[in-house]
């Protein structure tokens, strides 16, 4: 299993966002979890999305297309890592508007690093889904770096997100066809109730602290 993914657009406003009725799956991540390294392996291409060693690099929302009824969403990294005060509340802005208003957003794919697990801004996040009933995918990146014997302190620190992680690797593709699946049943769902959310003024605060 494989997405054609092809880039679209990028948008820093509800302006910009494309005009389609494609159900969209959001990628969300901190600046270093390896959101870019993710979305071309999940497409099996080397340059879909650009990779830098300097995290936190995409400053707007990156709209793929992945089939005609389906797109990926790949959203700023947070924690803001050698950004600018300005420059974060400008990038936290933009993702609250998307996250908390977009009427096509049906999943969102929550990346986590395996070694660390989620904190605050994790958990704020799976609340803001919550809220707007939008389905939640937790991903628990460079699994590849957990020894077996470190898995299941690992998976045990992702329970106060309420599901089940995705143990999930984009250097050796562990996890990457059950990753493919869920998203996919993103909008599937969404189809079936013939609704992509309600919208909600519930907000994540992205700020830098």
Known sequence: MRFDAKFVTSAFTPAGYPRWDRAEVALAGRSNVGKSSMLNALA?????????????????LNFFSVSNDLAIVD???????????????RIASMMNDYLGQSERLA???LLIDSRRGPEREELDLA???????????????????????????????FKPLGVEPILCSALDGEGLDHL????????????RAAALGDGDDGAMDLRPR
């Open 44 to 60: 099996e291409s080397r340059n879909l999305a650009r990779t830098s060693r300097t995290p936190g690099r995409t400053r707007a």
């Open 107 to 109: 999943g969102l794919v």
């Open 75 to 89: 959203l700023p990294g947070y924690g803001f890592a050698k950004m600018a005060r300005t420059d974060a509340a």
């Open 180 to 191: 493919r699946r869920r998203i996919i049943g993103c909008a599937r769902a969404a189809r």
């Open 127 to 157: 609340t803001l889904a919550a809220s707007r009933s939008i389905a939640l995918v937790a991903v628990a990146t460079k699994c590849d770096k957990l020894r077996r014997s470190e898995r299941a302190a690992a998976l045990a620190r």
